[in-house]
């Protein structure tokens, strides 16, 4: 194994953004229609709870994913909090998902008093694997009266959350089948793979819900934003009454019906959504482009390897990923990378090393740890392709 020259990484990264001094992570791109619908929601003055450019968004998102509901919300940490709830999730029951995540999918189960349970990820995927799923849930689950219980905690396994990371997607059909064999719902964190492919169908339309994300770092943008996404009629009514207060509709009368959320998309937001989506199909070649010249240009630099996608997957490529062959040297590559101006990051702090999700109930965590000291994301802008 040849070992890995520093210089030659930095040069290498420098070389495909083809831009001088300080590059960011992830830049959001404008050059659409933003302008003329932002100008066009101030002057209509609805730029809050009511407008047309909510259920015009939502629109666009059922065609381009193919779901047949979508159900805008205020960000995609909210949007993945009340579609657990619609599934089913409730206080105190277990929800398992990757430990190699972004805080947001654990919160989002906590805050509705709900427990996470981390399980191993794979190599390929990068997401939640369907060997430790199935090998966790034959070592600690247990089909009591219609639902799976932790032997250990006694708690309900009450939902899976697979989260497709950095954009790439998860080994569906592999948890589909290990879900569907407990009879446990599987609601997806898409929020990373607006865009991306399995075999053909977009992520986020496998599970009974999903959630997406539209915040600045992602690859469209509301400002802040997200949506849930389901093709059931019922629960996709049921998302929309329970992001919107709850409210009866009436012309006048003040009526809620149960606890409800204000979590609705701000018609504003929504309006840079649209000139946004308008946009995702280039963004999408560009960010491919982008991947496939950082895999050409690592192909002779020994001792980090450029994450590619699986066969059967097409993935939005949101970030870029290196994978340090020598742990031991990442840290010395993300500060060389970082003094060049070059904003390269390490992964998410696994969550069970978080101080709040410390006592989780979790399975071995091999891979995710081991990939925890080797990922690193290189700026992936589409405007660099
Ligand atoms: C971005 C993100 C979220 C949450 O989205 P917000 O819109 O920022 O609330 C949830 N999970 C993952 C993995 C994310 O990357």
Redesign the pocket.
């Known amino acids: 194994m040849r070992s890995l020259d520093i210089g030659k990484v930095v040069a290498a990264v420098r070389d495909v953004v083809g831009q001088e001094g300080v590059v960011a992570l992830h830049e959001p791109q404008f050059s659409g229609n933003e302008k003329s619908y932002l100008t066009d929601c101030i002057e209509s003055t609805f730029v809050s709870t009511v407008g047309v450019y909510v259920s015009k968004f939502e629109m666009m998102l059922q065609q381009v994913t193919g779901s047949k509901h979508a159900i805008a919300c205020v960000?995609?940490?909210?949007?993945?909090q009340v579609a657990l709830q619609i599934a089913g999730v409730r206080s105190s029951d277990e929800v398992i998902m990757p430990a190699l995540?972004?805080?947001?999918?654990a919160n989002?189960a906590s805050f509705i008093g709900a427990v996470p349970h981390f399980v191993d990820s794979e190599r390929k995927t990068l997401g939640i694997g369907s060997k430790a799923l199935s090998e966790r849930l034959a070592a600690i689950g247990e089909r009591a009266n219609g639902s799976v219980r932790n032997r250990e905690t006694g708690a309900r396994i009450a939902a899976i959350i697979p989260?497709?990371?950095f954009g790439h997607p998860v080994d569906v059909e592999g948890i589909e089948s290990v879900a569907a064999d407990w009879r446990i719902p599987v609601v997806e964190?898409a929020?990373?793979a607006l865009g991306s492919l399995y075999h053909n169908r977009h992520v986020g339309t496998f599970g009974l819900l999903s959630?997406l994300?539209?915040?600045g770092?992602?690859i469209i943008t509301t400002g802040?934003?997200?949506a849930i996404l389901t093709d059931d009629d019922e629960l996709a009514a049921r998302a929309k009454h329970l992001t919107t207060t709850a409210k009866a509709p009436h012309r006048w009368a003040f009526i809620h019906d149960e606890v409800g959320y204000n979590f609705r998309l701000p018609n504003i937001n929504a309006a840079l959504g649209c000139a946004q989506l308008e946009q995702l199909d280039r963004f999408i070649e560009q960010k491919r482009r982008l991947a496939e010249r950082y895999r050409r240009a690592f192909e002779t630099v020994a001792g980090v390897a450029v994450f590619v996608e699986q066969a059967g997957a097409r993935s939005n490529y949101w970030l870029n990923t290196l994978i340090v062959e020598d742990p031991e040297r990442r840290d010395e590559l993300l500060a060389a990378l970082n003094n060049d101006g070059l904003m390269a990051r390490p992964v998410?702090t696994l969550m069970h090393r978080l101080p709040m999700y410390h006592d989780c109930p979790r399975g071995p965590l091999d891979v995710a740890e081991d990939l925890e000291r080797r990922i690193v994301n290189l700026p992936s802008s589409a405007k660099f392709a």
């Open positions: 960000n995609g940490t909210a949007a993945l995540t972004f805080v947001a999918t989002s989260m497709h990371t964190d929020t990373e959630a994300s539209f915040n770092n992602k802040g934003g997200g998410w």
